[in-house]
């Protein structure tokens, strides 16, 4: 009787409770999800594993489910949306500022920027012309079931603040805006849940945020993030209630925000040809140095022994050919180019020649020149237009704000490598053998490697470098397991020197005790110069000691790829390096343009690209242009250069 009593208190108890709390209950039936119940009630699935911890692992049909009250406002929502009709000509006048004239014209400075783009860089000067935008505003009263508002982004705000702060996944986001940028813009309007105001989590300044990836639990996030489970409830209370999943978002210590850059942004799968918007009419031009004022077009015999001996020729007409092939790449996918091809004629009096004769203020982009010299004054000269230059093949002098340094620095090389290394758990043992020019860059890397041993070339008599070694310098030095030998010299004697004792190291199991079969030795370099390639540098060395490297770019190696194909059709040959570059780099470009309103907004350092040999991540110096930091880490395997992968 007692027992009935307690049963009948308990439910009336929990009963009061459920009413008091105004929650609703729910009877799972066969074939529902928890996200269709969530979606049901107006509630997400968080919600409701925190009042059903158990529903986490025994989620089943006839299953009582405790529905807690929706967060979403009962009201109509106003969409409010400005659309460019056409736009006015200004002049600027003496004493007149952006507020000014956003003023007379009743629109927003921002506005006015966007659509004049040397102002991100410039100050307002007298005599600018301007382009203000005429717009009209359009106003829709939406419902959408009242579930979903529109949203504004606000300054530094990238998805994970705005999933943050709705209480939803980055995936939840991205599904309720199927047309959303890849980086998100102040201004871009999104759906997000119409949730209460007082409802919206605050994101903070001084905090980062990080997205809860597949099975990841707390042990994994101390490993990447740093932070103990309590450190992260401490931070995300809701932690507590529901644990960890998916997709959650969490506020974590601005210092984590390089792990994020690294190991939470997507980069692999930003495909810029899902993106387009903006099908206006690409204004390109293309600067190489063909030099047609030395060819005699006369003589065709003459001119074919050229293009055969001239190697800077040659290379100049296989890049633009990739380039014709991206522009019909891009035209597939409904982008429209007007290229203008000019002939530096590799002489800086031709390039003030073409500056002094043509307008380059309406370009989308510059690609070119190809030398330094010509490339840095054609980049100065057109700063003042904001116009985008990108290096194609070199490194430029002065990267000023309006390049794009498409090759990777040598630092930025160095780095990819020694991470590349860091992130190898396998590696027993490093041995860094270096000649007396590259002291530095040897005590660079025993920086980041304390237990590596380093060993220099030998001198002569007059204590100059000798560039060699004896194998009694080395072999003591290896151990049993993986053996990473970084090798750093411009010598090519010294790489022949080392890579033939490498392969000829005969380790004597009765002195150092080991097997020979159970050490493997691995070369690699920060730096693979010419002294690499040289005649005296056997491939199959290299090959047998799998020689790793960091690239720029990789080799590409599908014969039947559509580029391929479509380029041995065209040309009668298979593309080398330089026309795959040039491919790769001027579709990048073009679809850059494509998905955004110009260069500047569509390099976001979390867009990383992918072609089929090169690969772009921009990011954009404080003082100074945009660098590409992507790129790859080869190696050799059975005389092939592939791409090395952990």
């Known amino acids: 009787m007692k027992r009935i009593v307690l049963i009948a208190i308990t439910f009336f108890a929990f009963t009061c409770f459920v009413e008091a709390q105004?929650?609703?209950?729910?009877?799972?039936?066969?074939?529902e999800t928890i996200e269709s119940i969530a979606s049901k009630y107006l509630v997400t699935p968080f919600d409701i594993y925190a009042l059903n911890p158990d529903a986490k692992s025994k989620f089943a049909p006839n299953m009582v489910l405790i529905i807690p009250n929706s967060k979403v406002k009962n009201t109509e929502e106003s969409s409010e949306t400005k659309e460019v009709i056409g736009f006015k000509k200004h002049k600027t006048k003496r004493k007149e500022t952006l507020f000014s004239i956003s003023q007379k014209y009743d629109v927003e400075i921002e506005d006015i920027k966007k659509y004049n783009t040397f102002l991100y860089a410039e100050n307002l000067r007298k005599g600018d012309r301007l382009r203000i935008p005429r717009f009209k505003t359009i106003i829709n009263k939406v419902s959408l079931k009242n579930t979903l508002k529109k949203y504004k982004v606000l300054p530094k705000e990238g998805k994970w603040r705005v999933a943050y702060k709705f209480g939803i996944t980055v995936d939840e986001l991205e599904a309720l805006n199927p047309t959303m940028n890849a980086v998100l813009q102040p201004g871009d309007e999104l759906n997000v849940p119409n949730i209460a105001d007082n409802e919206e989590k605050q994101t903070e300044e001084n905090y980062n945020y990080y997205e809860v990836q597949p099975k990841e639990g707390f042990y994994r996030l101390k490993v990447k993030l740093g932070l103990t489970q309590e450190e992260l409830e401490a931070l995300n209370p809701e932690l507590k209630e529901g644990g960890l999943k998916a997709g959650m978002v969490l506020k974590v210590p601005a210092d984590v925000e390089s792990n994020l850059e690294t190991n939470n942004v997507d980069l692999d799968n930003t495909n810029l040809a899902n993106s387009i918007k903006n099908y206006s009419e690409k204004e390109i031009a293309l600067l190489l140095p063909f030099q047609l004022n030395r060819i005699d077009v006369d003589t065709i015999q003459e001119a074919k022994s050229l293009i055969r001996n001239d190697r800077l020729l040659s290379m100049t007409l296989d890049f633009h050919s990739g380039v014709l092939m991206a522009l019909d790449s891009a035209k597939q996918l409904g982008i429209s180019t007007n290229l203008k091809v000019f002939d530096t004629q590799n002489q800086i009096s031709e390039i003030r020649n073409i500056l002094n004769e043509n307008d380059f203020s309406g370009y989308d982009a510059v690609i070119g020149p190809l030398m330094p010299s010509n490339f840095d004054r054609m980049a100065n000269a057109l700063k003042s237009d904001r116009v985008p230059m990108v290096s194609p093949l070199a490194q430029a002098k002065k990267i000023y704000d309006n390049v794009f340094q498409t090759v990777p620095s040598r630092k930025q090389l160095r780095d990819k490598m020694i991470e590349f290394v860091k992130a190898d758990s396998t590696i027993t043992n490093i041995i860094i053998i270096a000649d007396h020019d590259h002291k530095t860059l040897s005590n660079t890397l025993k920086s980041h490697f304390s237990n590596a041993k380093q060993v220099y070339s030998r001198k002569n008599k007059e204590g100059k470098d000798s560039f060699y070694l004896l194998t009694s310098d080395i072999e003591h030095l290896?151990?049993?397991?993986?053996?990473?030998?970084?090798?750093?010299?411009?010598?090519?004697?010294?790489?022949?020197?080392?890579?033939?004792?490498?392969?000829?190291?005969?380790?004597?199991?009765?002195?150092?005790?080991?097997?020979?079969?159970?050490?493997?030795?691995?070369?690699?370099?920060t730096d693979k110069n010419r002294a690499f390639d040289g005649e005296s540098i056997q491939n199959m060395h290299l090959s047998n000691l799998a020689f790793?490297?960091?690239?720029?770019?990789?080799?590409?190696?599908?014969?039947?790829?559509?580029?391929?194909?479509?380029?041995?059709?065209?040309?009668?040959?298979?593309?080398?390096?330089?026309?795959?570059?040039?491919?790769d780099l001027t579709l990048d470009v073009l679809l850059r343009l494509a998905s955004n309103d110009n260069m500047y907004e569509a390099s976001g350092s979390d867009i990383e690209t992918e072609y089929l040999e090169n690969k772009f991540r921009y990011s954009k110096k404080l003082f100074g242009g945009y660098y590409n930091e992507a790129a790859y880490i080869v190696k050799y395997q059975d005389l092939q250069i592939v791409e090395a992968k952990q």
């Open 478 to 525: 290896f151990v049993r397991g993986k053996n990473v030998v970084f090798l750093e010299t411009e010598n090519e004697g010294f790489v022949s020197n080392i890579t033939s004792m490498l392969n000829g190291l005969d380790f004597d199991e009765n002195r150092v005790r080991i097997k020979p079969e159970d050490i493997e030795v691995i070369l690699m370099t």
């Open 22 to 31: 105004e929650f609703k209950t729910h009877k799972i039936v066969e074939g």
């Open 548 to 583: 790793h490297y960091p690239s720029s770019n990789k080799v590409f190696e599908d014969k039947n790829d559509g580029f391929i194909k479509a380029y041995k059709s065209r040309y009668k040959v298979a593309p080398n390096k330089y026309a795959v570059r040039g491919f």
